[in-house]
T-cell receptor, first 115, second 115 residues
Framework: AQSVAQPEDQVNVAEGNPLTVKCTYS??????LFWYVQYPNRGLQFLLK??????LVKGSYGFEAEFNKSQTSFHLKKPSALVSDSALYFC?????????????FGQGTTLQVKP | GAVVSQHPSRVICKSGTSVKIECRSL??????MFWYRQFPKQSLMLMAT?????????EQGVEKDKFLINHASLTLSTLTVTSAHPEDSSFYIC???????????FGDGTRLSIL
């Protein structure tokens, strides 16, 4: 069965420090992976995607993610966190059984960046 | 680019009322739109997938007669919650995509409160 796991409910970092939000996936075949961010009472904003190619994907707002096939992981990273990065982050994988682009989401990780 | 507008942002109404939520892709034509429901501090639950000119595909456990979806054009999908009851209170979010391998772009959600 396909799935996405975000093992941490919350990640706390100090402003200026690097941050990592973890994501692992289980899918048959090549994965199509996405990261989204959600601010309170808002929809999700697309950050980045991995389809194929370089394992290090760069996205919006200085975020990047590293695809690791052997570890089936797609961790989100940023070299220097900002207080404004505090939000709810979702990792998602495309449902390979669907031809519509349906996504399977992780449970979300709350990132708290403290000044 | 890739802006999705969702309206209204908040609805408060009495039990038994039907509520219509609109989802528009403003600067692109969406081959597919999705409707999600999100409970507090939880991930997104896909309710249905909608393609222009065809019947929506509902996820298991979602009542299609309760949650009516119309996808009239490549830029507009609507979700009507019929005869809403307090248990239908939730945050409803739509998304739109230009293709099965492209990111989904999300509206800002509708907070529905049924009294």
């Amino acid at each position: 069965a396909q799935s996405v796991a975000q093992p941490e409910d919350q990640v706390n970092v100090a402003e200026g420090n690097p941050l990592t939000v973890k994501c692992t996936y289980s899918v048959s075949g090549n994965p199509y992976l996405f990261w989204y961010v959600q601010y309170p009472n808002r929809g999700l904003q697309f950050l980045l995607k991995y389809i194929t190619g370089d394992n290090l994907v760069k996205g919006s707002y200085g975020f990047e993610a590293e695809f690791n096939k052997s570890q089936t992981s797609f961790h989100l990273k940023k070299p220097s966190a900002l207080v404004s990065d505090s939000a709810l982050y979702f990792c998602a994988v495309r449902d390979v059984s669907s031809n519509t682009g349906k996504l399977i989401f992780g449970q979300g990780t709350t990132l708290q960046v403290k000044p | 680019g890739a802006v999705v507008s969702q309206h209204p942002s908040r609805v408060i109404c009495k039990s038994g009322t039907s509520v219509k939520i609109e989802c528009r892709s403003l600067d692109f034509q969406a081959t597919t739109m999705f409707w999600y429901r999100q409970f507090p501090k939880q991930s997104l639950m896909l309710m249905a997938t909608s393609n222009e000119g065809s019947k929506a595909t509902y996820e298991q456990g979602v009542e299609k007669d309760k949650f009516l979806i119309n996808h009239a054009s490549l830029t507009l999908s609507t979700l009507t919650v019929t005869s809403a009851h307090p248990e239908d209170s939730s945050f409803y979010i739509c998304s739109a995509t230009t293709g099965a391998y492209q990111p989904q772009h999300f509206g800002d959600g509708t907070r529905l409160s049924i009294l």
